[in-house]
């Protein structure tokens, strides 16, 4: 649902969800499904799937991972990265950046609230560590 602004995902129990995408993501997504994907040999059940690999079969979570951990190494970055990661991110800057706790909960699909309540702790926390470091009497 590009022109919305929309991707559609399916997660885990089959779960199916709408998440927002920014343009630049997009563009890319595009670029790729026009000169990488058209030259992949799509296996039968698989057309639905974005990111194939070589061999015409989706992306399994552990090669994402793979995938994942393999650029951090390449951007330097030492700290352990996973899918995870990306996941907790997206919904803490949500969260900071004043989404409604029921929007966020509904595309993590949690399905308690509590469980999406730990965004706004983070938040809170990051709030008072940034405090105690750039107040003037934060460190005193």
Same mark, same amino acid.
């Given at each position: 649902h590009f022109d919305e +602004?929309?991707?559609? %995902?399916?997660?885990?129990? @089959? /779960?199916e969800r709408l998440i927002p995408i920014g343009k630049p993501a997009i563009k890319e997504i595009k670029t790729?499904?026009?000169?990488?994907? %058209? /030259?992949? @040999?799509?296996?039968? +059940?698989?057309? @639905?799937? %974005?990111? &194939? @690999?070589?061999?015409? /079969?989706? &992306?399994?979570? *552990?090669?994402?991972f793979t995938i994942i951990k393999e &650029? *951090?190494?390449? *951007?330097?970055?030492?700290?352990?990265?996973?899918? /995870?990661?990306?996941r907790h991110s997206f919904a803490t800057h949500m969260v900071e950046n004043g989404a409604d706790l029921r929007v966020v909960q509904e595309m993590l699909g949690h399905k308690s609230i509590l469980t999406t309540e730990i965004y706004t702790h983070l938040d809170r926390h990051y709030l008072r560590e940034s405090i105690i470091e750039f107040h003037p009497h934060g460190k005193d």
């Open positions: +602004g929309f991707i559609r %995902v399916i997660g885990k129990g @089959n /779960h790729y499904l026009q000169t990488e994907r %058209v /030259h992949i @040999n799509i296996k039968k +059940g698989e057309e @639905n799937y %974005v990111f &194939l @690999n070589r061999r015409g /079969h989706h &992306l399994t979570r *552990a090669m994402i &650029l *951090a190494q390449r *951007a330097g970055i030492t700290k352990t990265i996973s899918p /995870h990661t990306f």
